[in-house]
């Protein structure tokens, strides 16, 4: 294959850029929520965090 | 073929410009917020001390797991939401997100808050968590709702046990408060959607879905609404004989029940042109205040019998200040 014939693969546009960005962020803060709500929890709960009562 | 199948085809090889707003629309903000409310109920009205972090958790797992729910059954029902005028406005429809991405989604929501709310909290409350997503996406969305007229009556059980979920997560058991609960919501539903399916009768016959207006006539819906709102007044004022909660409850409720019980009468009695329209989407608009408005009471009650002590503990300080004062 010669370099003319080269896919150039998919660009995305500005808009696919800008939403692709702000979902990530989303996911990101998400992530983060989760990640602040387990160690909240393993403060409160202290050792008794091993504990899982049905 | 669907419209959302057409979308799939016209596009190809896609790549998604959602927005976090369209993801948000998913998750039915507006159901997810009366999914809240009466599961704040569930868990201040239960006994014991459960610390505010873990309500917390509690309350948004629940609120994530309604929320997953509703981007689940929004993907299942993606081609009846594009024949209705109240749905068509919504992500997948609109060619903004595919059904396999809401399912994605829903899955990964789904899969993230039962377990959280079952490893931080306990297993029984997770566990209730998955079977009502389980109820509402299996039962009702894949099974009832395209096959049987009493489809929001049986699953509207899935819509009433947010606050038997959260009773479980604040004292790791169940009892009769959160089954009376559970019982006002189940019988609140089928007036509440049968108002809004006979004023939609249009819509969901169009799409295929056999709602009671459409199967048996607007008529026999008149009639069942009538007798559900009879049931739901009963139930929602029996806590109060029960003793589970005091009169200032059960007057309020009963009060509430008349309202209710006034405008499902015009429904069975206004049966033609305007004043059937209007009488229907009173119904409709009420019966959001009216289950609100109830569980609203049960809050307030509990907030009042927790700060009363209080309060008469501060009284006489108050009073030898103010006479000391004075």
């Known amino acids: 294959m010669d370099d003319e014939q080269k896919p150039d693969g998919i660009v995305l546009t500005e808009a696919q850029k800008r939403s692709r960005r702000h979902r990530s962020v989303a996911i990101a803060l998400a992530l983060g929520v989760l990640v602040v709500l387990f160690f909240a929890v393993t403060m409160v709960k202290g050792p008794g965090v091993l504990v899982r009562p049905m | ?326």
């Open chain 2, 1 to 326: 073929m669907s419209v959302v199948d057409h979308h799939a085809i016209e596009l190809g090889p896609r790549i998604s410009e959602a927005e976090v707003g369209d993801y948000i629309a998913l998750l039915k903000p507006r159901v997810m917020s009366l999914v809240i409310f009466t599961a704040l109920v569930g868990l201040v009205i239960a006994p014991g001390h459960f610390h505010p972090v873990l309500a917390f958790t509690s309350i948004l797992c629940i609120a994530v797991g309604a929320g997953a729910s509703g981007a689940l059954n929004m993907a299942l029902e993606a081609d009846i939401d594009a024949l209705m005028s109240r749905t068509a406005n919504r992500p997948i429809p609109r060619g903004r997100i595919t059904p396999s991405e809401a399912m994605a989604f829903g899955l990964t929501l789904a899969f993230f808050s039962v377990m959280t709310l079952g490893v931080l909290v306990n297993w029984l409350a997770g566990g209730l968590l998955a079977f009502t997503i389980f109820f509402y996406v299996v039962v009702y969305t894949m099974w009832l709702k395209r096959w049987t007229a009493q489809n929001i009556v049986i699953g509207g059980a899935a819509g009433a046990l947010p606050p038997v979920v959260a009773w479980a997560a604040a004292t790791g058991s169940l009892s009769m408060e959160p089954l009376l609960l559970f019982l006002i919501i189940f019988f609140w539903t089928p007036p509440h959607f049968w108002a809004l399916a006979l004023f939609r009768s249009d819509d969901y016959a169009r799409a295929g879905v056999p709602m009671l207006p459409v199967v048996a006539g607007p008529d026999a819906t008149r009639l069942q609404i009538l007798l559900y709102t009879v049931v739901l007044v009963a139930i929602a004022a029996a806590p109060w004989p029960l003793g589970y909660f005091d009169a200032v409850y059960g007057v309020i409720s009963l009060l509430l029940g008349a309202g209710m019980m006034w405008l499902a009468i015009n429904v069975y009695r206004y049966r033609v042109g305007r004043p059937a329209l209007r009488a229907t989407r009173r119904l409709f608009a009420f019966s959001i205040f009216y289950l609100f408005a109830l569980f609203a009471t049960l809050l307030l009650e509990v907030v009042v019998r927790a700060v009363a002590p209080v309060i008469r503990a501060v009284a006489p300080t108050i009073g030898a200040i103010a006479s000391a004062i004075g």
